[in-house]
């Protein structure tokens, strides 16, 4: 059995897509499937952590030893980590929040009607920057999931969420990022700190990226 280097921590992971409503029947949404946030709570909970894993809607079972909290809309989302924030020594923000959602949810299915149609969208509440915001204790972990310009937008995320690392995905490449077993990142941190890991699978990952945030992070002593 592994060290329980995370014993007595509580640890919060979101994970999954959310789900934003237009009708009663339909919803915007991105590709998520939940696998690397899973991996995330699964090697928090094998490390000893109290794990709390606030999920949008996916078909992953829950890992054992993790309590699940589910919920569907980014603005769900936020309130569902809001309340285990203050608590919470880590929070790792592996879903795929949604950035915008319709202004108005129509309370009957829309209709087809003749010429095209538009659905106005307004932006959702960054959830980790609010949590970058309000941080006192907590170490911030945010992804960010990149199409290009990798390492420039995740720095820029490091900065402007105050987040203390975030990992970042090419989702453009093959096997890397959404729906994949696999996934290759780039973990950026304060003082320029930069480490790549391979292609692996995303539970290994998961534990290696958790070992290493521990260690460098001294998180066993605090
Ligand atoms: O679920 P899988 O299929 O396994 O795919 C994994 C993944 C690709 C979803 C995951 O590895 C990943 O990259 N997650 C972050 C996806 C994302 O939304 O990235 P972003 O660059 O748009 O956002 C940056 C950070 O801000 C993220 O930590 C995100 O959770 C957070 N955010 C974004 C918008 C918002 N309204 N609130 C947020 O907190």
Same mark, same amino acid.
């Not at 919920?71 to 790792?92: F, G, P, R, T, W």
């Not at 949810?105 to 095209?116: F, L, P, S, T």
């Given at each position: =059995?592994? %060290?329980?280097?995370? !014993?007595?921590?509580?640890?919060?992971? *979101?994970?999954?897509? *959310?789900?934003?409503?237009?009708? %009663?029947?339909?919803?915007?949404?991105?590709?998520?499937?939940?696998?690397?946030?899973?991996?995330?709570?699964? #090697? =928090?909970?094998?490390?000893? !952590?109290? *794990?709390? /894993?606030?999920?949008? %809607?996916?078909?992953?079972?829950?890992? @054992?030893?993790?309590?699940? $909290?589910?919920?569907?809309?980014?603005?769900?989302?936020?309130?569902?980590?809001?309340?285990?924030?203050?608590? #919470?020594?880590?929070?790792?923000?592996?879903?795929?929040? =949604?950035?915008?959602?319709?202004?108005?949810?129509?309370?009957?299915?829309?209709?087809?009607?003749?010429?095209? #149609? =538009? $659905?106005?969208?307004?932006?959702?509440?960054?959830? /980790?920057? *609010? /949590?970058? &915001?309000?941080?006192?204790? &907590? /170490?911030?972990?945010?992804?960010?999931?990149?199409?290009?310009?990798? #390492?420039?937008?995740?720095?820029?995320?490091?900065?402007?969420?105050?987040?203390? +690392?975030?990992?970042?995905?090419?989702? @453009?490449?093959?096997?890397?990022?959404?729906?994949?077993?696999?996934?290759?990142?780039?973990? +950026?941190?304060?003082?320029?700190?930069?480490?790549?890991?391979?292609?692996? %699978?995303?539970?290994?990952?998961?534990?290696?990226?958790? &070992?290493? $945030?521990?260690?460098?992070?001294?998180?066993?002593?605090?």
């Amino acid at each position: =059995a592994r %060290p329980k280097i995370l !014993a007595g921590k509580k640890v919060v992971v *979101t994970a999954g897509p *959310t789900r934003e409503r237009i009708d %009663p029947v339909r919803f915007l949404t991105n590709f998520s499937s939940g696998k690397m946030g899973y991996a995330m709570a699964q #090697a =928090a909970a094998e490390m000893g !952590a109290e *794990t709390i /894993l606030i999920s949008g %809607p996916v078909s992953l079972p829950v890992p @054992s030893g993790v309590r699940r $909290i589910s919920v569907e809309s980014a603005e769900d989302m936020l309130n569902a980590v809001k309340a285990e924030y203050a608590s #919470a020594d880590v929070v790792i923000k592996t879903a795929a929040v =949604a950035d915008y959602r319709p202004i108005t949810v129509e309370a009957q299915k829309m209709k087809k009607k003749e010429g095209g #149609a =538009a $659905i106005e969208l307004e932006r959702t509440v960054d959830i /980790l920057q *609010t /949590l970058g &915001q309000e941080k006192s204790h &907590q /170490l911030l972990i945010g992804f960010a999931a990149e199409t290009n310009d990798v #390492a420039h937008y995740a720095k820029g995320k490091l900065v402007r969420k105050n987040a203390d +690392y975030i990992i970042a995905n090419d989702v @453009s490449e093959a096997q890397a990022g959404f729906e994949s077993d696999t996934n290759r990142v780039t973990v +950026y941190g304060k003082d320029d700190f930069e480490y790549s890991f391979e292609m692996m %699978p995303k539970d290994e990952l998961a534990r290696r990226l958790l &070992q290493m $945030i521990v260690e460098r992070e001294a998180l066993h002593d605090r």
